[in-house]
C-alpha cells in the first residue's frame, strides 16, 4: 500500500511539474515585444479560463486581436459615411477598410487560427507580419488623420506584435 501512495504521489508530482514548465515567464515575454507595458496589461487581463503556455496565450491574443480589428472596421464604416464630401479622406478610409477586412487583416487572422491549431508556426509568423503590414499601408495613406484610426490602428499593430513574439518563441521549440 505504501509502495501505492509513493507512486501516487510521484506521478502527481511529475504531472505538476510538468505544467508549472509551461507557464510562460510573461515579463520575459514582453521584454521582446516593442511594447512591454502593453503586452504586460494585456496579457495579465486573460480570464482565469486561459492557459499560461504559449500556445493558449497565442489563442489568447488572436482572439483580443480579431475583437480590435473588428472593432478597427466597424470605426472605418463610419469614418466613410462622415467623409462623404471629402474625396481624399473618404478614399483614404475606403483603402483602409481593404487592408482591415475580410482580404486584409481579418482574412490573415481566420487563417492564423488554422495555422495555430496545426502547429504551423512560421505560418502564424509570416501572417502576423502580413497584418502589421497592412496596419502600416492603412496609416501611411493619409497623414492628416485626426480620428480614432491611428489609436485603433495602433492598438491592433501592439497585439499582432505580441503574437509575432509568441510565434517566433515556439518555432524554437
Do not use: W
Request: glycine content about 6%; charged content about 20%; some cysteine.
Amino acid at each position: 500500500m505504501s509502495r501505492f501512495l509513493i507512486l501516487v504521489v510521484v506521478f502527481l508530482f511529475c504531472v505538476a511539474s510538468s505544467y508549472a514548465a509551461n507557464d510562460v515567464n510573461l515579463q520575459d515575454l514582453c521584454k521582446q515585444t516593442k511594447y512591454p507595458s502593453f503586452c504586460l496589461t494585456l496579457l495579465k487581463s486573460k480570464p482565469r479560463n486561459v492557459g499560461g503556455d504559449l500556445v493558449s496565450l497565442a489563442r489568447y491574443s488572436i482572439d483580443v486581436l480579431n475583437t480590435n480589428a473588428s472593432a478597427t472596421v466597424t470605426l472605418i464604416k463610419k469614418l466613410i459615411a462622415e467623409s462623404r464630401g471629402v474625396p481624399k479622406k473618404q478614399a483614404h478610409y475606403k483603402d483602409c477598410l481593404d487592408h482591415f477586412g475580410e482580404d486584409g487583416i481579418l482574412g490573415d487572422l481566420l487563417e492564423t487560427r488554422l495555422l495555430l491549431k496545426s502547429s504551423d508556426y512560421q505560418g502564424v509568423n509570416i501572417h502576423m507580419a502580413g497584418v502589421m503590414t497592412n496596419v502600416d499601408d492603412c496609416l501611411s495613406g493619409y497623414s492628416s488623420d485626426t480620428s480614432l484610426l491611428p489609436k485603433y490602428a495602433n492598438d491592433v499593430n501592439q497585439v499582432a506584435d505580441i503574437i509575432l513574439i509568441i510565434a517566433a518563441i515556439l518555432l524554437k521549440k
